[in-house]
DNA sequence: GATGATTAGGGTAATGCTAACTAACTTAAT
DNA sequence: ATTAAGTTAGTTAGCATTACCCTAATCATC
């Protein structure tokens, strides 16, 4: 019991150090009080490659003026761009700049930075025995 | 770099573990489109004993119309109830239901969810390796 | 009279919609 | 090949709902 105890301990210690990494980098893209929502459009944007207006108002299940809307305000958030097709001009593909994608990707981000700190503080043995116990659990 | 890799990997199939278990959760109290903001809510209830409408509304820097409102909702909810003051007949307390308290506890629960799940997949001496490894992190 | 909670009534912003429109493309008939 | 008639992509206008917060007034209790 006590060993389950003191490792729910060091799992919420490294839980809370991503989450201050995740934080540190909305606050660095000055949007700390973007939603969990808007985030989640993003990333949307960020995975689908060339995503169009109809085509984001399908995969969010959303009425076009609502993507219209949604994409405004994140243009003026400076999160995406509109980018013309060059084949036809009906269609504009909707881009993430370098701050959009650092938010859509934040959580990643967060999490690299902690395996960062973990690698600093052991040897490729210990890293070596970290991954085969933790690959065990599913 | 393939270590760091592996390890991103491995920790990326943990959190997920973990989330999928806290959004289990949420739902097991048919709360599926609970917000953060409410969840912070019930946590501070969960955390500070004996809350009272007044004290809740300090504590979240509040008007009071506004904390009637919030608990309505919960109450609405099934998340809280109010138990009258012994003492004195102009108090109410604001309790939890054990809804309320589950939401609230939701996180922790989740990660005791997945240490439960660990400590299926390994032995005693694999545990402590694991302990002394993670503790390092900083 | 002071305090704790509620009620009444209001404001703003987020999030979503339908209907109508413009511009650009496609098709089909001449 | 041209042009008229659709179709499609995105936008605009206008509206509804909900979340979230407030002040002022009220009621009950201390």
Redesign the pocket.
């Known amino acids: 019991m006590a060993k389950k105890e003191h490792l729910f301990i060091v799992f919420e210690n490294l839980i809370k150090i991503k989450s201050e990494c995740s934080c540190e980098i909305f606050s660095e893209c000055g949007l700390s009080d973007i ?1 969990m ?2 985030i989640g459009y993003l990333k949307v944007i960020d995975e689908h490659g060339d995503v ?4 984001l108002a399908k995969i969010t ?13 994140f243009a003026r958030m400076q999160c995406v761009y ?1 980018e013309k097709s060059p ?7 909707i881009r993430l700049t370098e701050k959009g994608q650092r938010i859509a990707r934040a959580e990643e981000k967060a999490l690299l930075r902690v395996i960062e700190k973990m690698a600093d503080s052991m040897d490729e043995k210990e890293m070596e025995s970290l991954i085969k116990l933790l690959e065990k659990v599913r």
Not at 52 to 55: A, Q, W
Not at 61 to 73: A, G, L, Q
Not at 87 to 92: A, F, K, N, Q, T
């Open positions: 939603t929502k808007q169009t207006f109809s085509k299940n959303h009425s076009k003026p609502t993507i219209t809307e949604m994409i405004n305000k509109r084949d036809d001009g009906r269609i504009y593909y």
